[in-house]
C-alpha cells in the first residue's frame, strides 16, 4: 500500500550526521508545540514538545528550537541513527479552545531518510 | 500500560458495507479523536469527544459517525463505506483540549473496493 511519507519533503543525511527538520506554524496565538515520528506502518509517537514561554528545550539526543517572532519550530536530531528514518511532523495548540479550533493542528510532514 | 488500542488492525470492505472501529485508553484521558491519513493529506480530524458523554465533527465528518461509550472508549462507525473512505485511521487520546500531547493508537488500515 502507500506509505504516508509519499509527496511529502524529504531530508537525507549520512548516518552519523546532525538532521534539522523545520515547521512553520500557522497561529501567533499558539502556545504549545509538539514533534511526533511516524514509522512506516505505526501511529505517530510523541517526541519532545515546548511551551511558548521557551524558546529551546532539549531531550535525548534531540532538541527542539521554537522562534516565535517568524513563527518557526525546529527539530534537531544529533548522531542520525538508522532508527530514525521515519516522517516527522509538528503539532501545535492554537490557544483557542472555541469548538473545533481547541484541538492540535497538524503539519503535513518531512520524510527523514538515514544513510548508513 | 498499553495506551491507545485499535481493532482492527487491517480491514476490507465492499462499497456500501458498514463497519465500526473500535478504541479503548487505558490513560484516564478525558479526550479523544479520530483522525484519518492520507498520502500527501497529513492528519484530518474525522470526530473529537472533548469528555465523556461529548461528541464533535471535525475537519472531515461526512461519512461517519461516533460514539463515546464511556470514558475508556471511542468508536468510529461508517454506515455506507465509499471508496473514498480508504485510509488509515488513527485513534487518539489526551489528558484534555489545549495544550496535552496526544497518544495515537498504531491504526487501522480500511480498503473500500
Known amino acids: 500500500g502507500e506509505s504516508v511519507g509519499l509527496h511529502l519533503p524529504t531530508l537525507s543525511v549520512q548516518e552519523g550526521d546532525n538532521s534539522i527538520i523545520n515547521c512553520a506554524y500557522s497561529?501567533?496565538?499558539?502556545?504549545?508545540f509538539i514533534w511526533y515520528k511516524q514509522e512506516s506502518g505505526k501511529g505517530p509517537q510523541f517526541i519532545i514538545d515546548?511551551?511558548?514561554?521557551?524558546d529551546k528545550r532539549q531531550g535525548q539526543r534531540v532538541t527542539v528550537l521554537l522562534n516565535k517572532t517568524v513563527k518557526h519550530l525546529s527539530l534537531q536530531i544529533a548522531a542520525t541513527q538508522p532508527g530514525d528514518s521515519a516522517v516527522y511532523f509538528c503539532?501545535?495548540?492554537?490557544?483557542?479552545?472555541?469548538?473545533?479550533?481547541?484541538?492540535?493542528?497538524f503539519g503535513k510532514g518531512t520524510k527523514l531518510s538515514v544513510k548508513p | 500500560n498499553a495506551g491507545v488500542t485499535q481493532t482492527p488492525k487491517f480491514q476490507v470492505l465492499k462499497t456500501g458495507q458498514s463497519m465500526t472501529l473500535q478504541c479503548a485508553q487505558d490513560?484516564?484521558?478525558?479526550?479523544m479523536y479520530w483522525y484519518r491519513q492520507d498520502p500527501g493529506m497529513g492528519l484530518r480530524l474525522i470526530y473529537y469527544?472533548?469528555?465523556?458523554?461529548?461528541?464533535d465533527k471535525g475537519e472531515v465528518p461526512n461519512g461517519y459517525n461516533v460514539s463515546r461509550l464511556n470514558k475508556r472508549e471511542f468508536s468510529l462507525r461508517l454506515e455506507s463505506a465509499a471508496p473514498s473512505q480508504t485510509s488509515v485511521y488513527f485513534c487518539?487520546?489526551?489528558?484534555?483540549?489545549?495544550?496535552?500531547?496526544?497518544?495515537f493508537g498504531s491504526g487501522t488500515r480500511l480498503t473500500v473496493v
Open positions: 469527544s472533548a469528555s465523556e458523554g461529548t461528541t
Open positions: 487518539a487520546s489526551s489528558a484534555g483540549r489545549g495544550a496535552y500531547g496526544y497518544t
Open positions: 515546548i511551551r511558548s514561554n521557551m
Open positions: 503539532a501545535e495548540n492554537p490557544a483557542n479552545y472555541g469548538g473545533s479550533q481547541g484541538n492540535l493542528i
Open positions: 497561529n501567533s496565538a499558539s502556545d504549545y
Open positions: 490513560m484516564n484521558h478525558n479526550s
